[in-house]
């Protein structure tokens, strides 16, 4: 099919989902005029029931803890699928030297020291993030995020070194599956008790308090542990790909 | 009138043009960088769909529990995703990394390995 044909047959179909789109818009309540039960019932139960103010969190590492766990597991599943695509010796230079990463050229005193301090700050500020999940807006997912990025900075601040050491580090791999495994640890250790896989069994403790909202803390800082590590497998990935194909290309 | 619906429409409006990206693409990256706009689509959607006129954000940290407050669920399903996102378009751009390996070229016309 030739580009043209294409794109008059796509604006036909998009004309055609336009039309459905805007039919099935009819009956919607307007923006802004709420209706639904769960959002309701949630925002006036979480708090008493689960001792969390984060009523976003609860739903997400408790109240719906189940379907997050799936999802954990696409991030997971992609992860591997990286992995597995980006496999080291899936090329015919088995002969090949380990390439030595150059730092590179030397950026300025300026750069180099606000990284630094930008790096430091990043690492509290992940941790924060992830383990007041339950109190205020975060949790794991930002807060794995804000922690994954750190290596980042390192390398912009022209520590390339640095840099590999720290998405080369065997901890990256165990931090992404026991992150994973953590999660359902946590709901099988539920089953000990005879309560449903997921049950919130650990002491709910005082609202507000950082250890409070039971298994929602714990899953939280699981999850931050899992995608944080989740992201340096995947930089490290790209790395080894990248110092691969220089070899291939004899630079 | 058209203001209570103007959400629903930048939903479809960005859906729409992140499917003409896909359609229309000469490059794999940007094929993917398409779908992660066309998927943005649905944060407007869920967003727009929980809003509520006066409420704020569900966090009762700092407001007493039953002040009027934004839909919590959709938002959960969203942050989600926001991550998951980030880590399965890792995986398609690995994919766009082995065809230009082995197809050497990132055209998707050019692809004709893919061709059934």
């Not at chain 1, 739903?59 to 719906?64: E, G, K, L, T, V």
């Not at chain 1, 379907?67 to 015919?92: K, M, Q, Y």
């Not at chain 2, 919590?72 to 994919?95: F, I, K, N, W």
Request: one cysteine or more; glycine letters at 12%.
């Amino acid at each position: 099919m030739s580009g043209r044909t294409r794109t008059i047959l796509f604006l036909i179909s998009a004309a055609g989902l336009a039309a459905v789109f805007a039919w099935g818009l009819r009956n919607l309540p307007p923006m802004g005029d709420y209706r639904g039960p769960y959002g309701y019932v949630l925002t006036r139960v979480a708090v008493y029931e689960r001792h969390a103010t984060d009523t976003v969190n609860a739903i997400n590492y408790d109240y719906r803890g189940f379907d997050t766990l799936g999802e954990e597991f696409i991030l997971f599943a992609s992860v591997l699928g990286v992995l597995l695509l980006f496999r080291p010796g899936g090329r015919e230079d088995k002969s090949k030297k380990r390439v030595q990463l150059e730092d590179a050229l030397p950026v300025s005193d300026t750069l180099r020291v606000g990284m630094q301090a930008m790096a430091a700050t990043m690492i509290v500020f992940g941790v924060y993030i992830a383990v007041h999940g339950q109190l205020t807006p975060g949790g794991g997912f930002q807060g794995g995020v804000i922690l994954a990025t750190v290596p980042l900075v390192v390398y912009l601040s022209g520590n390339v070194k640095t840099f590999e050491a720290i998405v080369s580090n065997p901890l990256t791999t165990l931090a992404e599956c026991g992150g994973a495994g953590g999660y359902g640890i946590i709901g099988l250790l539920a089953l000990l008790g005879g309560a449903h896989f997921l049950t919130n069994f650990v002491p709910l403790g005082k609202t507000g308090d950082v250890f409070s909202s039971g298994t929602i803390a714990v899953i939280s800082v699981t999850v931050g542990i899992e995608v944080a590590g989740g992201f340096l497998v995947l930089m490290q990935s790209y790395l080894r790909e990248i110092i691969e194909e220089r070899l291939q290309e004899g630079r | 009138m058209i203001l209570n619906y103007l959400a629903y429409g930048v939903a479809a409006w960005v859906f729409l043009w992140g499917l003409y990206g896909i359609v229309t693409s000469k490059n794999l990256v940007h094929q993917v960088v398409c779908l992660a706009i066309l998927q943005t689509s649905t944060y407007v959607l869920l967003l727009a769909i929980g809003f509520k006129v006066g409420g704020t954000a569900p966090i009762f940290a700092d407001i007493p529990v039953g002040a009027p407050v934004v839909d919590p669920l959709v938002q959960a399903l969203m942050l989600t995703d926001v991550v998951v996102e980030g880590t399965v378009m890792a995986l398609l751009l690995s994919m766009v990394v082995k065809a230009n390996e082995v197809a050497g070229t990132v055209d998707p016309e050019e692809l004709r390995i893919m061709m059934g």
